[in-house]
């Protein structure tokens, strides 16, 4: 157990940001942050369900960049793919 959740996160897409390793929490629709350091983890809290978070990338900006492949869900069940967009305070 990891900060009181199970440290086997089902996930497809993830990145390593300054000590932080950003994935997707498939089970939960959303993104999934373990710190390195501390060795805890949490779900962000956002704005909405992210659909089979996937394919992470990090801009030079220090964004991260992910999108959505709903390949869990039924074709006529999915939604538009989307990208999304993470920025941080630093």
């Known amino acids: 157990m990891v900060n009181g959740a199970s440290s086997n996160v ?8 300054k000590g932080k390793l950003y994935m997707a929490n ?3 629709e959303g993104i999934w942050e373990f710190d390195l350091v501390s060795k805890k983890g949490k ?4 704005p909405r369900d992210i659909h089979w978070a996937d394919s992470f990338a990090k801009a030079t900006d220090g964004s991260i960049y992910f999108t959505t ?7 006529e069940q999915r939604g538009k793919y989307e990208i999304y967009r993470m920025t941080f305070d630093e």
Request: glycine share 4%; charged share 10%.
């Open 26 to 28: 498939l089970p939960e």
């Open 69 to 75: 492949s709903q390949i869990n869900y039924p074709v």
């Open 43 to 46: 779900n962000l809290l956002l």
């Open 10 to 17: 089902p996930t497809d897409g993830m990145i390593l940001h």
